[in-house]
């Protein structure tokens, strides 16, 4: 297979000896085609060499991001943390509150923060489902200045329908916050909160996360919901590597 293999490669890509004539080719051609009508399977088999050969290009890839941007990604001062901010395992959620998966995910990550003392969370505000998502999340970082972000982040989590700015300041009346204070600071600080935003954007890009819910959780990256289970099996694989070093 090895052989039929180096075949293809050469003959696909025009890299052969350079005095083979033009019927050696043909009649090589001719073989390879023989070949493949015989063991069709050959194909899938490179199909799927390739792209475990890519899929490992991208984690190499994620690697090195996660390590060139540890500070930002973990430590980030404009990110909320929920949990235990000293935890030996930190969970980083790229989430957009109009994001069903995001809301299935929710319940999940709050169990793992009841259940394991140890844990951190960082919340990346992720609004990419139009503009109600981008209402909601300036809303959320705005309330930081109340002390408040985590009880506005979940009723806009929880909260059914549109997310509209009336909704958004019904939501965060609600739940507790002073609602002129939190117009005031997103008019005060809107920019600053547009740059936290557009930067999460740009972090989870060059992560190669394109949708919500993306997890990071060591040198991990957790596409799309994961589930209880999947969650808690990579916080305790990152805790058990992490032991290790």
């Known amino acids: 297979m090895f052989v039929v293999g180096a075949l293809i490669v050469s003959f696909a890509s025009g890299a052969w000896i350079g005095s083979l004539v033009r019927h050696d080719r043909a009649a090589i051609a001719q073989i390879v085609r023989e070949v493949l ?35 930002e990604l973990l430590r980030d001062p404009e990110s909320p943390v929920a949990g235990n901010p000293q935890g030996d395992v930190t969970i980083v959620e790229f989430f957009d509150y109009r994001c069903a998966w995001c809301r299935k995910a929710q319940p999940d990550i709050a169990r793992l923060l009841a ?11 992720l609004p990419i489902l139009g503009p ?8 959320a970082l705005a309330a930081r200045a109340q002390g408040r972000y985590l009880a506005l982040s979940n009723a806009l989590m929880a909260a059914p329908g549109a997310l509209d700015q009336d909704r958004v300041l019904s939501i965060a009346a609600a739940a507790g916050l002073d609602v ?16 936290v ?18 997890f990071v959780i060591g040198g991990q990256v957790l596409r799309g919901a994961q589930g209880y289970e999947a969650l808690k099996q990579a916080v305790a694989d990152e805790r058990r590597a992490a032991s290790s070093r």
């Not at 109600?132 to 809303?139: E, G, V």
């Not at 890009?205 to 993306?214: E, F, M, V, W, Y």
């Open 37 to 71: 009508v015989e063991r069709p399977q050959i194909l899938a088999e490179a199909a799927r060499a390739w792209q475990g050969h890519q899929r490992r290009g991208v984690e190499d890839h994620v690697a090195q991001v996660i390590a060139a941007r540890a500070d």
């Open 115 to 125: 259940e394991d003392p140890n844990l951190r969370l960082v919340a990346k505000e």
């Open 132 to 139: 109600d998502s981008i209402h909601a999340a300036r809303a």
């Open 180 to 195: 002129p204070a939190l117009v005031a600071e997103l008019d005060r600080h809107g920019a600053a909160i547009d740059a």
């Open 197 to 214: 935003i557009a930067s999460n954007m740009a972090l989870a890009k060059a992560l190669g996360i394109r949708g919500t819910p993306g």
